[in-house]
């Protein structure tokens, strides 16, 4: 069981940064491979970003690609969304997730979520 608290959304202007942090509560936490997705009203969740459980593979939506950079601490159990650059189109909830299969942006293989924080990027 891994419980997963998003921190560090907020209000900012376009083409101004956040970043999102994902504290983890298991031990074991760096077993897991690590995942970034987001959900805008009336559409559904999307992939971000994902980071395998060493960090030493990474991959990003096209849509965020060369904005956001996702990276873990290990030794912290927390996982990060550095968000650069940002549009008015990144406005969303953001989730991070957990699975103990291969990173993947497909959402259905990851086994824990958590509750999710609100991203809003002003125009």
């Known amino acids: 069981q891994v419980q997963l608290v998003e921190s560090g959304g907020g209000l900012v202007q376009a083409g101004g940064s956040l970043r999102l942090s994902c504290a983890a509560s298991?031990?074991?936490?760096?077993?897991?491979?690590m995942g970034w997705f987001r959900q805008a009203p009336g559409k559904e969740r999307e992939f971000v970003a994902a980071?395998?459980?060493?960090?030493?593979?990474?991959y990003y939506a096209d849509s965020v690609k060369g904005r956001f950079t996702i990276s873990r601490d290990n030794a912290k159990n927390t996982v990060y969304l550095q968000m650069n650059s940002l549009k008015p189109e990144d406005t969303a909830v953001y989730y991070c997730?957990?699975?103990?299969?291969?990173?993947?942006?497909?959402?259905?293989?990851?086994?824990?979520w958590g509750q999710g924080t609100q991203v809003t990027v002003s125009s």
């Open positions: 997730a957990a699975t103990l299969r291969r990173s993947s942006y497909d959402e259905s293989v990851y086994d824990y």
């Open positions: 980071i395998s459980w060493s960090g030493g593979n990474t």
């Open positions: 298991s031990h074991t936490f760096s077993s897991y491979a």
